[in-house]
């Protein structure tokens, strides 16, 4: 199944009549990059597009020689003839959705997003499309997320606990997004929040382009006990799973991660708490925003792919995994 603007490559998706790929793996000549999780931003790219706060995001984390042009939300660009303009997708600070219309087509490639208001990314914003391009993390019925106002008060509710009972809380989330969700919604009247430096970097960064954040005390090797009884330590997942928190004495290992929605998942994490908070859309919010686009097709890529696919189709929308797409014109 063919689109008007999109082809896919080894490399990932590709306007050829713009000459620019979206979230690319490997070395192109130009690249709009949706967000600035590395898994979306690589490095090998000779210029890059994107929202302003996943530029500076990028040179932190790519270098700072990179060369990256900024674009507001719904600031249009026109390259070769293809207007592009980025709306926001309310997965992370900065995330974008790439609108791209051209050759009698608009096309949407969605990047990750949630439609759940964080409080902290900019909320998503549906895009009207003929095509729309859709993460599937978890496409499947059984991913439904519980109002993040009840993940907030169980996270708040274990710290007090813990606080009361003289341990060191310790709570893990990936360093760009999730980290911050966390932070923005602890009750600081609980104590004092300590932040791993690959996040409290992050922090910096966010907390200079305006976001509120509370205050926090960067972690060190020199960060004693005494310091941290009683309060909070962010750190990503590698921290919490590691050797490297057990010489804190008493304390409680927490996760925060969609997976976490089901029992299995808990057997692969050291952990004694789990909260099921994530920045992507589950089942309903991911058949919501299908049809918020009004898409006549529907490309599904990272995740339950097929199984999602299959569901669309038997709801009567057209839609095909990604890989559908101009296949024949695949890169060697």
């Known amino acids: 199944m063919n689109s008007k603007l999109l082809k896919y490559t080894k490399k990932g998706l590709y306007c050829s009549q713009a000459d620019i790929y979206i979230d690319p793996a490997g070395k192109t000549n130009r690249a709009i990059i949706t967000h600035a999780h590395s898994d979306h931003a690589r490095r090998g790219s000779d210029s890059y597009l994107a929202h302003p706060v996943t530029a500076l995001l990028m040179r932190h984390r790519l270098g700072s020689k990179i060369n990256v042009q900024e674009l507001e939300y719904g600031r249009k660009v026109n390259i070769n003839g293809i207007s ?6 309310g997965h992370v600070p900065g995330s974008a959705q790439v609108r791209l219309e051209g050759c009698g087509e608009i096309a949407v490639i969605s990047g990750d997003y949630k439609l759940e208001n964080d409080r902290l990314s900019t909320p998503f914003e549906p895009v009207k499309c003929d095509v729309f391009v859709t993460e599937t993390t978890f496409a499947l019925p059984i991913y439904k997320w519980e109002p993040q106002e009840i993940i907030y008060k169980k996270i708040n509710d274990w710290w007090l606990r813990n606080k009361k009972n003289g341990i060191v809380s310790v709570i893990g989330g990936y360093s760009l997004g999730k980290a911050q969700r966390i932070l923005k919604h602890l009750d600081t009247s609980t104590g004092k929040i300590f932040t791993h430096p690959v996040i409290e970097d992050v922090n910096e960064i966010l907390r200079n382009s305006k ?17 941290l009884k009683g309060n909070i330590v962010i750190g990503p997942p590698s921290f919490t799973g590691g050797g490297s928190i057990k010489d804190t004495g008493k304390y409680s290992i927490g996760y925060a991660s969609g997976w976490l929605k089901t029992r299995k998942a808990w057997g692969r994490q050291s952990i004694d708490i789990g909260f099921a908070l994530s920045d992507h859309c589950d089942w309903d919010g991911l058949n919501m925003a299908v049809k918020l686009t009004g898409a006549e097709k529907v ?10 696919v299959k569901w669309l189709r038997e709801n009567e929308i057209s839609a095909y995994e990604l890989t559908d797409i101009a296949a024949e014109d695949k890169e060697d």
Not at 299 to 308: I, N, S, V
């Open 84 to 89: 592009i303009s980025l709306h926001p997708a």
């Open 299 to 308: 490309f599904a890529t990272h995740g339950f792919t097929k199984q999602y």
């Open 211 to 227: 976001f509120g954040l509370p205050e926090t005390h960067r972690l060190n090797e020199n960060t004693a006990y005494k310091e």
